[in-house]
């Protein structure tokens, strides 16, 4: 869905309005980094969606939050790989988000939006601050103060939102294995417009909502929030029982994908991989798979290294290219005794 002027009228997620400006989002200083005693944020890179079709942020949510587990995969192939949910063709909405993580072989977690007792914010919060301080990113969907909802011709819960963005991390002045929200806990997330970091306390997202048709409003000081309904998916990792550490990929060019929709030609992208968790003097094997069909088959065919580790953390960097337009997956798995190392 498009990212939308505050106070517009009707279904807008579905009209070619004008984009939100960053700074609209960024209100009071909420891009400035704050100074809080703990955090956890996932290492994972802004950037900007593609603008066809109803906005294509749902997918850029997607894309980017599995980042932070080691995988890229373009735009159109996280459309691709689900059925059409009620909005342009297979644009991603809360109808079919799940199908989308499980063809592309994510492992997931989803906010129970269907079951859970209305209104779902203080519910909510205490998920998200769970599935953040759990090193998971995850995609959420927001409302637009002044949009009417439901969008398209969905019934509620589906459409109460109009927006998708990736929420990489938190911020706490209590240790973050205190389950309790905090009214000045803050989440980070990108805006899918910009590379700043947006800050926002977890107690200041409720909104109101006054019935189908009708316009939400998130106050005067915020453009965005969620009312009645919350809504939102963690990113886990793969669906893969091989045993495995943590690892983020980091991609050069990072901040905008050529829209191949719009009939731009796919490029080249370089990865870096960032292995951590590691234990010193183990040897670890690097895979790396360029479809999801292949992705998590063992065979030598798919390894690119094996390493021993020297610290906690290991940086590999990928010199064979891979195409935006496509998928890619890495895995970084403890080496069994009898594979024979390779230390670089």
């Given at each position: 869905?498009?990212r939308l002027?505050?106070l517009?009228?009707?279904?807008?997620?579905a009209l070619p309005?004008?984009?939100?400006?960053e700074s609209?989002?960024?209100e009071g200083g909420a891009?400035?980094?704050?100074?809080?005693?703990?955090?956890?944020?996932s290492?994972?890179?802004?950037?900007?969606?593609w603008?066809?079709?109803g906005g294509y942020?749902?997918s850029?949510a997607?894309q980017?939050a599995?980042l932070?587990?080691g995988?890229?995969?373009?735009?159109?192939q996280?459309?691709d790989h689900?059925?059409?949910?009620g909005g342009?063709?297979?644009?991603?909405?809360?109808?079919?988000?799940e199908e989308a993580?499980?063809?592309?072989?994510?492992?997931y977690e989803g906010?129970?939006?269907?079951s859970?007792?209305l209104?779902?914010?203080?519910?909510?919060?205490?998920w998200?601050?769970?599935?953040?301080v759990?090193?998971y990113?995850?995609a959420w969907m927001i409302m637009w103060?002044?949009q009417?909802?439901p969008?398209y011709?969905?019934?509620?819960?589906a459409?109460?939102?109009?927006?998708?963005?990736p929420?990489?991390?938190?911020?706490s002045?209590?240790?973050?294995?205190?389950t309790?929200v905090?009214?000045?806990?803050?989440v980070?997330?990108?805006?899918?417009?910009?590379?700043?970091?947006?800050?926002r306390?977890l107690?200041?997202l409720?909104g109101?909502?006054a019935g189908?048709?009708?316009?939400?409003?998130c106050?005067?000081?915020?453009s965005?929030?969620?009312?009645?309904?919350?809504?939102g998916w963690a990113?886990k990792?793969?669906?893969d029982d091989k045993p495995?550490v943590q690892?983020?990929?980091a991609?050069?060019?990072?901040d905008?994908?050529?829209?191949?929709?719009?009939?731009?030609?796919p490029?080249l992208?370089?990865g870096?991989?960032t292995?951590?968790?590691l234990?010193?003097?183990s040897?670890?094997s690097i895979?790396?798979?360029?479809s999801?069909?292949?992705?998590f088959?063992y065979s030598?065919?798919f390894?690119?290294t094996?390493?021993?580790?020297?610290?906690d953390?290991?940086?590999?960097?990928?010199?064979e290219g891979f195409?935006?337009?496509g998928?890619?997956?890495?895995?970084?798995?403890p080496?069994t005794a009898?594979?024979?190392?390779?230390?670089?």
């Amino acid at each position: 869905m498009k990212r939308l002027l505050a106070l517009l009228l009707g279904s807008a997620a579905a009209l070619p309005m004008p984009l939100v400006n960053e700074s609209t989002i960024c209100e009071g200083g909420a891009c400035d980094q704050l100074n809080m005693a703990y955090e956890r944020v996932s290492d994972i890179q802004p950037g900007y969606q593609w603008d066809d079709a109803g906005g294509y942020c749902g997918s850029w949510a997607v894309q980017r939050a599995t980042l932070g587990k080691g995988a890229w995969i373009s735009q159109q192939q996280v459309r691709d790989h689900t059925s059409p949910g009620g909005g342009h063709d297979n644009e991603i909405l809360s109808t079919n988000i799940e199908e989308a993580f499980q063809k592309l072989k994510i492992s997931y977690e989803g906010f129970d939006y269907v079951s859970e007792p209305l209104p779902q914010q203080d519910a909510y919060a205490k998920w998200l601050k769970k599935q953040l301080v759990a090193g998971y990113a995850v995609a959420w969907m927001i409302m637009w103060s002044g949009q009417s909802y439901p969008i398209y011709n969905l019934k509620p819960p589906a459409g109460m939102y109009g927006h998708v963005e990736p929420v990489i991390g938190i911020q706490s002045n209590h240790p973050l294995n205190d389950t309790a929200v905090y009214s000045d806990d803050v989440v980070l997330h990108f805006t899918d417009a910009g590379t700043n970091t947006v800050h926002r306390t977890l107690s200041s997202l409720g909104g109101s909502w006054a019935g189908p048709g009708r316009r939400a409003n998130c106050g005067w000081t915020h453009s965005y929030c969620m009312s009645t309904y919350a809504f939102g998916w963690a990113v886990k990792g793969f669906v893969d029982d091989k045993p495995h550490v943590q690892a983020s990929l980091a991609i050069q060019p990072f901040d905008s994908e050529p829209d191949t929709r719009s009939g731009k030609a796919p490029q080249l992208l370089k990865g870096t991989l960032t292995a951590a968790g590691l234990t010193a003097g183990s040897t670890y094997s690097i895979y790396r798979w360029d479809s999801v069909e292949d992705a998590f088959t063992y065979s030598d065919s798919f390894k690119k290294t094996s390493f021993q580790a020297k610290a906690d953390t290991f940086v590999y960097s990928d010199g064979e290219g891979f195409q935006s337009s496509g998928t890619t997956y890495y895995r970084v798995v403890p080496q069994t005794a009898a594979e024979e190392p390779v230390v670089v």
